[in-house]
């Protein structure tokens, strides 16, 4: 009998309990792209976050304080809880966006650092850090913005429901 003879097959490293690493070079060539755009995310998160800010709070104002002032001047006597809740709500969803903006910036920053350490890895270098606890910190940060950028959703969300309970109550 005859045996076949050997063939060069790609074989992956276990890298952690999550993924496999191919150690041919287009999966280096494929890491270097999401490099590239990972980079373009952080780029944009950056840029993005003066609108964001901006859109919200310029939103809030004028809808809550153009239109509550003069409601105000004409009713004597109103219960402002409701508006002043839901500005606080307005304010909570700024700021929540805010830090999501940070985390997302930081989330591209860690994923671009593991990534690079995953090419390191592919031309037998010495990683840059723990890539174990690069990985953490990628993964609690895309957590934190997942969370916070709901946050922002609901606090919006939120303050104009309670914006709407108080013009329809006061109006």
Same mark, same amino acid.
């Given at each position: 009998?005859?045996?076949?003879? =050997? =063939?060069?097959?790609?074989?992956?490293?276990?890298?952690?309990?999550?993924?496999?690493?191919?150690?041919?070079?287009?999966?280096? @060539?494929?890491?270097?792209?999401?490099?590239?755009?990972?980079?373009?995310?952080?780029?944009? @998160?950056?840029?993005?976050?003066?609108?964001?800010?901006?859109?919200?709070?310029?939103?809030?104002?004028?809808?809550?304080?153009?239109?509550?002032?003069?409601?105000?001047? &004409?009713?004597?006597?109103?219960? #402002? @809880?409701?508006?002043?809740?839901?500005?606080?709500?307005?304010?909570?969803?700024?700021?929540?966006?805010?830090?999501?903006?940070?985390?997302?910036?930081?989330?591209?920053?860690?994923?671009?650092?593991?990534?690079?350490?995953?090419?390191?890895?592919?031309? &037998?270098?010495? #990683?840059?850090?723990? =890539?174990? $606890?690069?990985?953490?910190?990628?993964?609690?940060?895309?957590?934190?913005?997942? $969370?916070?950028?709901?946050?922002?959703?609901?606090?919006?969300?939120?303050?104009?429901?309670?914006?709407?309970?108080?013009? @329809?109550?006061?109006?």
């Amino acid at each position: 009998m005859k045996i076949a003879p =050997q =063939q060069n097959f790609i074989v992956p490293r276990r890298i952690n309990s999550l993924a496999f690493v191919d150690t041919s070079d287009r999966y280096v @060539s494929k890491l270097e792209k999401h490099i590239a755009k990972a980079e373009e995310a952080m780029k944009y @998160s950056s840029d993005r976050f003066d609108i964001l800010i901006i859109s919200l709070a310029t939103g809030a104002l004028v809808l809550s304080l153009g239109s509550a002032s003069g409601l105000l001047a &004409n009713i004597p006597k109103v219960d #402002t @809880s409701l508006l002043k809740f839901g500005w606080l709500m307005m304010i909570g969803s700024i700021l929540a966006n805010l830090v999501s903006q940070i985390s997302g910036y930081f989330a591209n920053q860690k994923d671009i650092e593991v990534s690079n350490n995953l090419i390191r890895l592919k031309r &037998n270098k010495q #990683t840059i850090g723990t =890539q174990k $606890i690069l990985e953490f910190w990628c993964t609690t940060y895309n957590k934190a913005t997942l $969370i916070l950028n709901g946050l922002s959703m609901l606090l919006l969300v939120t303050g104009m429901v309670t914006m709407v309970l108080f013009y @329809s109550n006061n109006i």
